[in-house]
């Protein structure tokens, strides 16, 4: 059963994944930014026997192999953020532009939780001048025109969907209850949570394509885009809910005044060159230069003796029975299941 006939039968559309089918084709898109900066606070100080701190590279593993038990997937891919400047920044001087720097204890690790990945034979995306979350736009735009065939990944099930696995709320602009959805890793006692087109207008009042005029008329101050001054959040949702999008917005301006007040039109006005500047860099775009291979991204394609002894070397020896079969494993699985 898939999750839109689960929908019908949960009097909560916010779901965990244990209410979700398992049985559909999967291609999983893992935010590795926001993934790494998670385990990193997440995990006290790990240090290996040698002294090599490790605690975002075992917290992002678990993290990892955890998700790969949860959902599932038939397909698996890692994107990460570069160093260089992206194009909004180029853009807008003033985006990101008091964020702290990120610790160096965090970005020492890095290398080797990109190590690790490589290891279990996931591919990595990424492209300078893009963040993560515009890699993985780009590949849900790619994926959407694929239909997987039923021999590819060995499963019955032909429904194929994407989700994106992240704790970043810009995802969910990409939401679209056709096929792609946003999981946000457990933590602690929280569970993890699915996150489909109902669940985003249960939370947020808005719908995940009104996300983006959400960042273009309220701004977002941890990314320090700017929006339109003297609107907030919640005039910024109650403007959505009457018009639709910016644009809706503008195109009604005489009745803005009458049922908002002359003080929230003028604001408007004043700031229209400011709402267009961000919404273009609130809007995750899909046309970074990268091409998306399915077959690379196959969940079992890996050697697992070699991720094992990489284990050994981490120390992370709890995590080693979480490790999906490989290709050998599957193989004889089948074999005997089919029997």
Known sequence: M???????????SQKTWDEHGKDAKQLVLIDGH?????????????????????????????ILLTVIQELNPTHIAVSFDRAAPTFRHKEYKGYKAHRPEAPEELVNQQDRVEEVVSILNIPI?????????DVIGTLVKQACKFEIPSNLAGRRNSKFEIIIVTSDRDALQLVDDRRVFVYTP??????????DAEAVVEKYGLQPAQFISLKALAGDQSDEIPGVRGI?????????????????????????????????????????ESADLSRRLATIVTDVPITLSLKACAVNDYDKAKVVEKFKELEFHSLIPKLPNDSFEQMVQEEIFHQ
């Not at 990424?126 to 979350?133: F, I, M």
């Not at 457990?186 to 996150?195: E, N």
């Open 186 to 195: 457990g933590r602690g006692k929280q569970k993890a949570q699915l996150w």
């Open 2 to 12: 898939d999750l839109r006939s689960k929908q019908k039968q949960n009097s909560s």
């Open 232 to 272: 907030g959040p919640k005039t910024a949702t109650l403007l959505l809910q009457a018009y639709g999008d910016l644009e809706g917005v503008y195109a009604h301006s005489e009745d803005v005044k009458k049922r908002f007040g002359e003080a929230v039109a003028r604001r408007l006005s004043e700031g229209k």
């Open 125 to 133: 995306f990424a492209e300078e001048g893009y963040e993560a979350d």
């Open 34 to 62: 926001s993934v790494l900066f998670r385990a990193f606070h997440a995990y006290p100080t790990l240090t290996t026997s040698k002294g090599e701190l490790i605690n975002a590279v075992y917290g992002f593993t678990n």
